[in-house]
């Protein structure tokens, strides 16, 4: 293995997190300008409805978005894969509803795209440098612990587990029930959020 395989594994889930997190901020944001969503928020639905129902239609484009990418990393660029394809897939897909749930989240305090391309460098960048990108053994342990409050941490963790030493659901299950446990956070904070909107 080499550098590419090793960076590889972590941009894998980075590039999922960043793209599906932008796009469904910025398709959210959309449904609430142009009155979609209002009239959404007019109908006897309830706000956890209609939160499941969009995360519902947008993660179908998640769940093909990740695949691509996770079959074009290792397919076309060859990168190292020593375990499950099936639990490369499943952490992708599990990082990218995170991506999804919290860009729905971000969009609901943005009033137009580039407010939502405002939240970038503060909700995406920082998760760069505690993704396994840099060495977090060489930052300081505070920083070390704040990384471990960040959805890309445990993404990464994992996707470097299965793809470089083959690790198999016994040794990444914390990882993913932490991201678990993020999105059900964001997506509980997205029904709260819709509250500014409309009280149902």
Request: charged share 15%; proline share 2%; net charge positive.
């Amino acid at each position: 293995m080499d550098t590419f395989d090793y960076f590889g594994s972590v941009l894998v889930g980075f590039f999922s997190f960043f793209f599906v997190f932008l796009i469904a901020g910025v398709s959210f944001l959309r449904e609430r300008t142009t009155g979609t969503l209002q009239k959404l928020l007019s109908t006897p639905l309830r706000r956890w409805e209609v939160v499941a129902g969009y995360l519902l239609g947008f993660g179908l484009f998640t769940l093909l978005q990740a695949t691509l990418i996770a079959w074009y990393a290792t397919s076309v660029l060859g990168i190292a894969l020593e375990g499950s394809i099936f639990l490369v897939l499943l952490m992708n897909l599990l990082l990218a509803v995170t991506a999804l749930t919290l860009g729905t989240l971000m969009s609901a305090y943005a009033q137009n795209e580039f407010q939502m391309f405002q939240f970038i460098p503060l909700v995406v960048v920082p998760q760069i440098f505690f993704c396994g990108l840099i060495d977090l053994q060489s930052m300081p342990e505070w920083l070390q612990t704040l990384g471990r409050f960040l959805p890309l941490y445990y993404g990464a963790d994992a996707l470097r587990g299965i793809m470089l030493r083959g690790d198999g659901w016994d040794r990444i299950w914390v990882d993913a029930l932490a991201l678990l446990g993020f999105s059900l956070l964001f997506a509980t904070l997205n029904v709260k959020a819709l509250r500014k909107h409309r009280r149902i």
